[in-house]
């Protein structure tokens, strides 16, 4: 019933520049913290950002300063600009949304995945 997708990964050289999105559809009365994680290849899946329904929002300390995070709840997406890519951030990118449903007074839904890759 509820579907989170993850969009825009891809392949970028250093110093450049992408921005992934995540849309969230299904039956939703109300969208909570919503935020970024990534995985990398025989590493844990660590926190990137993260988004409060006030628009609060809390970096990795290797992220910050490169990477911004939004949120457009008409839509109920969630952005993650990222600038300055280095190599170290190559991983899946999975979109996280603490979602109020039908089903769930709150929970945590996941998306899929993209992959974003930065070498050159």
């Known amino acids: 019933q509820v579907q989170v997708v993850e969009s825009g990964g891809g392949l970028v050289q250093p110093g450049g520049s992408l921005r992934l999105s995540c849309s969230v559809s299904?039956?939703?009365?109300?969208?909570?913290?919503m935020g970024w994680y990534r995985q990398a290849p025989g590493k844990q899946r660590e926190l990137v950002a993260v988004?409060?329904?006030?628009?609060?929002?809390n970096y990795a300390g290797s992220v910050k300063g490169r990477f911004t995070i939004s949120r457009d709840n008409a839509k109920n997406a969630v952005y993650l600009q990222m600038n300055s890519l280095k190599p170290e951030d190559t991983a899946v990118y999975y979109c996280n949304a603490d979602l109020h449903t039908l089903e769930r007074f709150s929970g945590d839904y996941w998306g899929q995945g993209t992959q974003v890759t930065v070498s050159s």
């Open positions: 299904g039956n939703i009365l109300r969208v909570n913290a």
């Open positions: 988004i409060t329904n006030g628009d609060s929002t």
